[in-house]
């Protein structure tokens, strides 16, 4: 069974850093387009960070742009999200997630900032930022 496992977590003052990690199990991911989104208390999910299979493109939300950097070791079959100069605002459960993107990368470019373009979620990783 395909499963995507993330890790680095954790409580942080603001100004502070994180590094996530996530480690798929039973397959190799490193023909598939990657992600990160999170979800706050009582609000919708939403997109972060993406990278192409070949790291060619990383995609970021204007949120975190400047802030996060999202990388990726195909060797070592994991997915990074560094995340540098944390807001209180970042506190959400971060999931990684993995897309087959069947429809290419010109479709993908258009649309990787959509949850239903992901195939594999995680179960997520808590992130929260103190004041």
């Known amino acids: 069974q395909v499963q995507l496992v993330e890790s680095g977590g954790g409580l942080v003052q603001a100004g502070g850093s994180l590094r996530l990690s996530c480690a798929p199990s039973?397959?190799?991911?490193?023909?598939?387009?990657m992600g990160w989104f999170r979800q706050a208390p009582g609000k919708e999910r939403e997109f972060v960070a993406a990278?192409?299979?070949?790291?060619?493109?990383?995609y970021y939300a204007d949120s975190v742009k400047g802030r996060f950097t999202i990388s990726r070791d195909n060797a070592k079959n994991t997915v990074y999200l560094q995340m540098n100069n944390l807001k209180p605002e970042d506190t959400a459960v971060y999931y990684c997630?993995?897309?087959?993107?069947?429809?290419?990368?010109?479709?993908?470019?258009?649309?990787?900032?959509?949850?239903?373009?992901?195939?594999?979620w995680g179960q997520g990783t808590q992130v929260t930022v103190s004041s």
């Open positions: 997630a993995a897309a087959i993107s069947p429809r290419g990368p010109t479709y993908y470019s258009a649309n990787y900032y959509r949850a239903y373009e992901y195939d594999y």
């Open positions: 990278i192409t299979w070949s790291s060619s493109r990383l």
């Open positions: 039973g397959r190799t991911f490193s023909s598939y387009n």
